[in-house]
């Protein structure tokens, strides 16, 4: 199993990025597919969700209307376009990736990519 982010770098406030995440290794439509991200000193927090099945979306609140996340499941791709970006969206975005059949639960999770939201 791997995920390998990319997209990650330096954005001026107001700026734009696209963060993607290239799956491999599991039955990727399967899986509900998130964006987590940890700021220095602090928790890591869920930042978008969109499930494998449905294609439900969830935001955390901080980001709702600025921030938008797809998949692609022909590509077993997933993204994360970012708008609007405040220093504060400063971070280590992660990509994960989650499915539990109740019996096992499988729980997958990137190296993750720097975003820096600086003027």
């Known amino acids: 199993v791997q995920l390998v982010e990319s997209g990650g770098g330096l954005v001026q406030p107001g700026g734009s990025l696209r963060l993607s995440c290239t799956a491999s290794?599991?039955?990727?439509?399967?899986?509900?597919m998130n964006w987590y991200r940890q700021a220095p000193g602090k928790e890591r927090e869920e930042v978008a969700h969109?499930?494998?099945?449905?294609?439900?979306?969830f935001y955390t609140d901080s980001v709702k209307g600025r921030f938008t996340i797809s998949r692609d499941n022909a590509k077993n791709m997933v993204y994360l376009q970012m708008n609007s970006l405040r220093p504060e969206d400063t971070a280590v975005y992660y990509c994960?990736?989650?499915?539990?059949?109740?019996?096992?639960?499988?729980?997958?999770w990137g190296q993750g990519t720097q975003v820096t939201v600086s003027s």
């Open positions: 994960n990736s989650w499915r539990t059949t109740g019996i096992q639960t499988d729980d997958y």
């Open positions: 969109i499930a494998g099945i449905t294609g439900d979306t």
């Open positions: 290794g599991f039955t990727f439509s399967l899986y509900d």
